[in-house]
T-cell receptor
Framework: DVKVTQSSRYLVKRTGEKVFLECVQD?????MFWYRQDPGLGLRLIYF???????EKGDIPEGYSVSREKKERFSLILESASTNQTSMYLC?????????????FGPGTRLTVT | AQKVTQAQTEISVVEKEDVTLDCVYE???????LFWYKQPPSGELVFLIR??????QNEISGRYSWNFQKSTSSFNFTITASQVVDSAVYFC???????????????FGTGTKLQVIP
């Protein structure tokens, strides 16, 4: 069974802290994504990665960075967390082109920055 | 730029009623893909359907059906005889095609929250 897991369901951090959100997929998918979901704004793409050590900016990359050292793991890093980064963060994976758009999502991490 | 509009923010229906969720999209691509995803209260988005821009046939899967109309740039989703388990947020989404390399960037709508009341 296809699976995308995220390290935490809920996380509370303080302003200025460095925050790591981890995502692991067991499907050998090439592509991995980080989205944030906010009420009234839907899902917005932060970064995605199409291969190990490769990454591309999404629509809202400011304040975030990512790391993909292994194919199955994609990390989202908030270098210095701010209150406007309080949100639900969703990780997803996608196999190479034959399954266009059929992304597999993790359960999400609800991050609160105080 | 791509855009997906789901004008209905929230819909409430009584169980067994039919309900249609609207989706209107904008793209300059000639080849593109449209999707619907369901996000139940547990939070994990689940893929429901994919349609490519060359296939305007409507699709039915059990109580779910989808109506794709290129002329109006719409891809609407109908649930027949709704059930409480259908309560969720539903997202319509759009991506480019695999050949142009735009397939990874999926643009999501803002979602429609459906509540089915028993």
């Amino acid at each position: 069974d296809v699976k995308v897991t995220q390290s935490s369901r809920y996380l509370v951090k303080r302003t200025g802290e460095k925050v790591f959100l981890e995502c692991v997929q067991d499907m050998d998918h090439e592509n991995m994504f980080w989205y944030r979901q906010d009420p009234g704004l839907g899902l917005r793409l932060i970064y995605f990665s199409y291969d190990v050590k490769m990454k591309e900016k999404g629509d809202i990359p400011e304040g975030y960075s990512v790391s993909r050292e292994k194919k199955e793991r994609f990390s989202l890093i908030l270098e210095s967390a701010s209150t406007n980064q309080t949100s639900m963060y969703l990780c997803a994976s996608l196999p190479l082109r034959d399954r266009v758009g059929e992304q597999y999502f993790g359960p999400g991490t609800r991050l609160t920055v105080t | 730029a791509q855009k997906v509009t789901q004008a209905q923010t929230e819909i409430s229906v009584v169980e067994k009623e039919d309900v249609t969720l609207d989706c209107v999209y904008e793209t300059r691509d000639t080849t593109y893909y449209l999707f619907w995803y369901k996000q139940p209260p547990s939070g994990e988005l689940v893929f429901l359907i994919r349609r490519n821009s060359f296939d305007e046939q409507n699709e039915i899967s059990g109580r779910y059906s989808w109506n794709f109309q290129k002329s109006t740039s719409s891809f609407n989703f109908t649930i027949t005889a709704s059930q409480v388990v259908d309560s969720a947020v539903y997202f319509c989404a759009l991506s480019g095609d695999a050949v142009s390399g735009g397939y990874q960037k999926v643009t999501f709508g803002t979602g429609t929250k459906l509540q089915v009341i028993p």
